[in-house]
């Protein structure tokens, strides 16, 4: 991974000395709260319904031992004894005192974590494939290029104040792991004919109030012209984006109102006349190509007979592999996703020791590299199949080997109101309600992939829109009610889902949902997934069996 040089370490050094400063100055009552509130947000730090909130920056969700055993120090020391991952790959610690907030930035900054730009109008943290480095199907490590964006953006100072926060996504494989479709901008990488590399661009995507997928803006751009198409992009945003209304300040809505191709042909002509003096050179991106030069692999059969005796052995081993272990791109290694969705329990939440234990895995049998997903799990992209077995072995004795990646109760849930000022309605009970209706795991393989998303509110921090099954919580009178969108994808396919109908109270969504499933299991044909049979299908017959006995 990127390794911190000694500019990117005063930075963090001075910037977290800067925020000390400002906190004593807001502890003292020299400032007050509004005025302190740009300060905070623009390093990261939240007030919630109960306390400060810090979303810590994961840069394209990748970690090392050392700082997730820091994060781990952090929830035991200054929190509860646990931290939230969350959809936009961060770590989010909801229990933090404003005076603790200096000395945790200090010791953030001493592994070369922070909590830059984790919040305000600027570009926000860049969300990477989690198995990048480690698929044989992508391009290119999309990991270089998001640390160039993370380099290239960070204190940038004509895009530090921007019209509304900024989201950008880069994948490098046909299976796309990052939502791309759905960020302000989504690049994937291509190649030309010629062999060149370069990138599709989509910009306008997003959810909230008004979700979009984003529509491509440039089928090829070269791969060596991104950082100047990327200033022209955000220029023609600074330039037009709405400032004087936050529901209609994200990009999404200027390319909507604009249309794709006018909003293409101003970036095409501000691009031609920033022309190539801000791109990337090939110097540099061949040092920053570096840090994330091929693990030293070494050479093993593609079988391995030690990890298939466990398997034949053991149902619970081989239940974990067929749904949580993925094809490396090397022979007699494997992706290891680490399911933070036990049934019951918070979805994204880790422990302090559930950190540590990972973090000594990745250190043990993992080459020391730990990725976090957006939806809310945790990979371990280099583990030997000869390994596999002691790694599920301690990742079961952690509350850490669910085997249900991808299944129904891998449900990305937001905080909601059990934390969040924003929310209208609890997301996290009804994740753990719904998780509990499909405990039983042959049952859950039954159904297979189908993607459950659940927001508290219409920020969609949660991504409803784009779940197979998105539950958004929605406040009636006081009461809290949750609106049942199907149909929705956040992959390669990306669709914003359909609503179903009227809004159900918060005792009838779980067994909703099973409805669902079980008008899937009827209709479905052959091996289809619950989003392939929702297509074919349209609402109609999902409609007809939850609302059967709404009369």
């Excluded at 990127?2 to 800067?18: F, N, S």
């Excluded at 925020?19 to 947000?41: N, Y």
């Excluded at 790959?89 to 974590?113: G, M, R, Y």
């Excluded at 390994?387 to 905080?415: E, K, R």
């Amino acid at each position: 991974m990127y390794q911190y040089d000694t500019i990117d370490k005063a930075m963090l050094e001075d910037r977290a000395a800067e925020f000390r400063g400002q906190v004593a100055r807001r502890l003292a009552g020299e400032i007050t709260e509004d005025q302190f509130k740009p300060i905070r947000l623009m390093n990261g730090l939240y007030l919630q319904l109960h306390a400060y909130m810090l979303r810590v920056a994961i840069p394209y969700g990748t970690l090392n031992p050392t700082q997730l055993r820091k994060l781990a120090w952090i929830a035991r020391t200054y929190d509860k004894g646990y931290g939230h991952f969350t959809t936009r790959t961060n770590l989010q610690f909801h229990w933090i005192k404003l005076a603790d907030t200096p000395e945790i930035l200090d010791q953030l900054a001493s592994v070369d974590l922070h909590a830059i730009q984790t919040s305000g109008n600027c570009i926000r943290n860049v969300t990477s494939d989690p198995y990048a480095g480690a698929t044989a199907e992508e391009l290119d490590d999309p990991r270089v290029w998001a640390e160039a964006m993370r380099q290239w953006s960070t204190f940038h100072p004509e895009f530090s104040f921007l019209p509304r926060k900024f989201k950008i996504a880069i994948t490098a494989a046909p299976k796309d792991r990052t939502a791309a479709k759905v960020h302000d901008i989504g690049l994937v990488l291509r190649r030309a004919r010629d062999g060149a590399l370069g990138f599709e661009v989509m910009v306008g995507g997003g959810l909230g109030r008004t979700p979009y997928v984003g529509p491509t803006i440039r089928e090829f751009l070269p791969a060596n012209r991104l950082f100047s198409y990327l200033e022209a992009i955000l220029r023609v945003y600074n330039r037009h984006g709405r400032r004087d209304n936050a529901f209609k300040a994200r990009i999404k809505i200027l390319v909507a109102a604009l249309g794709k191709e006018e909003f293409a042909r101003q970036v095409e002509a501000e691009w031609a006349k920033i022309g190539d003096s801000t791109d990337l050179p090939d110097t540099e991106l061949a040092r920053i190509r570096g840090a994330f030069a091929p693990k030293s692999f070494e050479t093993l059969p593609a079988r391995s007979e030690a990890f298939e005796t466990a398997k034949a052995a053991d149902p619970a081993f081989a239940r974990f592999v067929r749904n949580n272990v993925k094809p490396h791109k090397k022979p007699g290694y494997a992706i290891v996703d680490v399911s933070l969705k036990a049934i019951g329990d918070t979805p994204g939440d880790a422990s302090a020791e559930q950190m540590e234990v990972v973090a000594d895995l990745a250190e043990r049998y993992g080459q020391g590299d730990v990725r976090v997903t957006h939806e809310q799990n945790l990979v371990l992209p280099h583990v030997k199949l000869d390994d596999l077995p002691v790694v599920h072995a301690a990742l079961a004795a952690a509350g850490l080997a669910t085997p249900n990646i991808n299944l129904i109760s891998d449900i990305i849930a937001c905080p909601g109101l059990d934390y969040c000022a924003l929310a209208n309605a609890r997301a996290i009970p009804i994740a753990q309600h719904i998780a509990e209706k499909f405990r039983d795991q042959e049952r859950a393989e039954r159904v297979g992939e189908l993607k459950i998303k659940i927001s508290g509110c219409i920020n969609a921090c949660g991504h409803h829109h784009v779940g197979h099954i998105g539950i958004l919580g929605v406040d009636k009178k006081g009461e809290e009610f949750y609106q049942l969108t199907l149909g929705g994808s956040g992959a390669e396919d990306a669709t914003v889902g359909q609503i179903l109908g009227p809004a159900l109270p918060y005792d009838r969504v779980a067994d909703a949902v099973d409805t669902l499933v079980d008008v899937y299991l009827r209709e479905r044909q052959g091996d289809e997934r619950f989003l392939d049979t929702f297509r074919r299908t349209g609402t109609a017959p999902f409609k007809e069996a939850v609302y059967a006995d709404v009369h």
